[in-house]
């Protein structure tokens, strides 16, 4: 396997790999990376469809990709997925599956149409007091100092940065940032979290930076994830033959172990009270997705609060088994075991009529009814003590709503104290109560709170005790790569595999495991597209420069002659033009406007 990047491989069509008619695939796991594997074996690997088979011990596919109407209970999205241009192994996949609504189209045809008719961009990033532009103006508000700490992580070694925490590395000043509180909220990064997974971050995105304050790097699909995402592609395997075995918990892998050799020789799992499972010949390739951060997630309802879930945990009990066989598969502990530490709460609010949505207009600045987008991301209530946002994505989310519904999506990353209205911590709250927070933060008169978030809104809330597991502190080893040293016949899919410089809690993260994986175990002549590389390129570095700055230009020490010397001498060469066409150094009589996004970059 090997990365590439441009038009030569992109296009490039490979030969079908040696002795691929006679393997079979073994996928444990029916979320975004076993899903996307599939497809990449089908297309690339050329492999038939009826040889593959995956295991699911849920009844449904799309791991932590979902979106689904319950009966009584109402709507649920456990999470939202935030994308953008530059998932290069995301959108080649979405090349190939067709589209459920637009004949001739395919998946990425849709998104692309759809974001170019209707591009996302937040008119309000923050409120406080109540629903109150808390005044942001989406700027950073970083000093000179905290912009310093910036570049001492984005410049630090990766080994520099292992086993520390965020706020080992970063000062109050900069953690009392808008920075700060844009990204925190976007990513779900908690100051205890991974600081070497901030430092991937920054490096993974320093492209998008002019778009995080008012969101307009972010682009999303039209419906909720599991229509708009799994239901195409699992239509599509389903076309092409491959197999899907629900309600199959994977127990554990049995290895040959030799020197010089790792081979998976058994898959075993239960189903429906019965134990079973595959051995595996020379000519059987295992995926596993390791890890999960919906695990033992807890649906409550409008009047049951969700429940925190530590017991047993099947995909994490699963790697732990794994992992006990060779030290090269990674150490599960290292991210599960600090339930207190990556758990937090999401709450799904469908409203029934129109009186709470006058209120989401007034803060979105957008009719949530007119189809296109309404608040444009995440809006962050920056004084709620639960550190509350919420999102409405375009309307209908579900193609089941009736004309008269929003959906809501609510989540807070501090579930353990006191709401502002509510006296009682998130994770304790039913979806009425936790409604009436969240009207609360909107800026609802206190006297209609109740009766709106009793017959206004139908709310099931989700407690996940893992959803933030990935970002726990780690170093190299933690998590096994995507194809182990001396690996003949098995690869590792999803967040916990290790792959080269992208960043995790992203669905490009999962289907590059996917592509990296499938290329390796068969050999597929085709490079995989390289992680977009914007932290090389010095137009997106000085871009990030300065809008870290906030666009103030860099103060030239000698005064207004000295600047005015400077920029003409810079005017005459490359690297003059470069400086002033960002901003860094005010042109003589230009103060150009700086690009926003890399669409804008010469």
């Known amino acids: 396997m090997h990365y590439s990047s441009g038009n030569y491989e992109?296009?490039?069509?490979?030969?079908?790999?040696?002795?691929v008619d006679e393997k079979s695939a073994w996928l444990v796991g029916a979320g975004l990376a076993s899903m996307a594997a599939a497809i990449f074996l089908i297309r690339d690997g050329q492999m038939s469809g009826d040889r593959i088979t995956i295991l699911e011990e849920l009844t449904l596919p799309g791991g932590a990709l979902d979106g689904i109407k319950y009966p009584e209970k109402g709507f649920v999205i456990r999470g939202g997925r935030e994308l953008e241009d530059h998932m290069e192994c995301l959108w080649d996949l979405m090349r190939t599956v067709p589209s459920l609504e637009i004949e001739g189209a395919s998946v990425l045809d849709e998104f692309y149409w759809l974001n170019k008719d209707d591009p996302n961009f937040s008119k309000r990033r923050v409120t406080e007091k109540q629903g109150q532009d808390a005044g942001t103006n989406f700027t950073f508000g970083l000093s000179e100092k905290t912009q310093k700490e910036i570049v001492h992580v984005f410049l630090a070694s990766r080994e520099d940065m292992e086993n520390k925490r965020i706020d080992e590395v970063f000062s109050p000043?900069?953690?009392?940032?808008n920075f700060w509180l844009y990204w925190r909220t976007m990513f779900a990064f908690e100051e205890w979290h991974s600081a070497l997974e901030m430092k991937l971050y920054l490096?993974?995105?320093v492209h998008q930076l002019g778009g995080f304050p008012d969101m307009s790097s972010l682009k999303f699909t039209k419906y909720n994830q599991y229509e708009?995402?799994?239901?195409p592609m699992y239509t599509y395997l389903l076309e092409q033959g491959v197999k899907f075995e629900f309600s199959t918990t994977v127990t554990d892998v049995q290895f040959d172990i030799t020197d010089g050799a790792k081979r998976a020789t058994r898959i075993e799992w239960e189903r429906k009270g019965e134990r079973g499972g595959v051995d595996l010949s020379d000519n059987d390739l295992a995926f596993m997705t390791i890890g999960s951060l919906t695990e033992n997630s807890d649906d409550g309802d409008q009047h049951?609060?969700?429940?925190?879930l530590d017991g047993p945990a099947p995909a994490w009990d699963l790697w732990k088994r794994i992992a006990r066989r060779s030290p090269s598969f990674g150490r599960p502990e290292v991210f599960c075991g600090d339930i207190e530490k990556t758990k937090w709460e999401s709450a799904t609010i469908t409203t029934l009529d129109e009186r709470i949505p006058a209120y989401i207009e007034k803060i979105a600045e957008r009719d949530p009814f007119a189809g296109k987008v309404v608040t444009g991301g995440i809006v962050t209530a920056r004084d709620s003590p639960w550190l509350m946002s919420w999102t409405v994505n375009r309307q209908p989310h579900f193609t089941a709503q009736k004309p008269t519904e929003i959906v809501v999506w609510v989540y807070s990353l501090f579930v353990d104290v006191p709401g502002a209205y509510v006296k009682k911590a998130m994770q304790d709250c039913t979806g009425e109560e936790i409604t009436q927070e969240w009207l609360y933060q909107m800026g609802v008169p206190e006297a209609d709170i109740p009766e709106l978030a009793a017959t206004a809104a139908k709310t099931v809330p989700v407690m996940m005790p893992y959803v933030t597991a990935f970002f726990m502190p780690r170093q190299a080893g933690d998590r096994p790569a995507v194809v182990p040293e001396e690996s003949v016949n098995f690869a590792f899919l999803g967040q916990f595999a290790e792959t080269?410089?992208?960043c995790i809690f992203t669905t490009e993260y999962s289907v590059r495991?996917?592509?990296e994986s499938t290329y390796q175990l068969l050999g597929i002549e085709r490079g995989v597209p390289e992680v977009f590389n914007s932290t090389y390129d010095i137009r997106f570095l000085l871009h990030a420069t300065n809008i870290l700055r906030d666009k103030e230009p860099v103060k030239v020490p000698g005064g207004h002659f000295a600047e005015k010397h400077l920029v003409h001498r810079f005017l005459n060469n490359e690297l003059g033009q470069l400086v002033t066409d960002f901003g860094l150094i005010p042109a003589v009589g230009d103060l150009r406007a700086h690009p926003r996004t890399d669409d804008a970059i010469p």
């Open 10 to 19: 992109a296009f490039a069509r490979p030969r079908k790999p040696e002795g």
């Open 173 to 177: 000043e900069f953690l009392a940032t």
């Open 203 to 205: 490096h993974r995105f």
């Open 228 to 231: 708009s995402f799994v239901l």
């Open 304 to 308: 049951t609060a969700a429940r925190l």
């Open 500 to 502: 080269t410089r992208d």
């Open 513 to 515: 495991t996917a592509m």
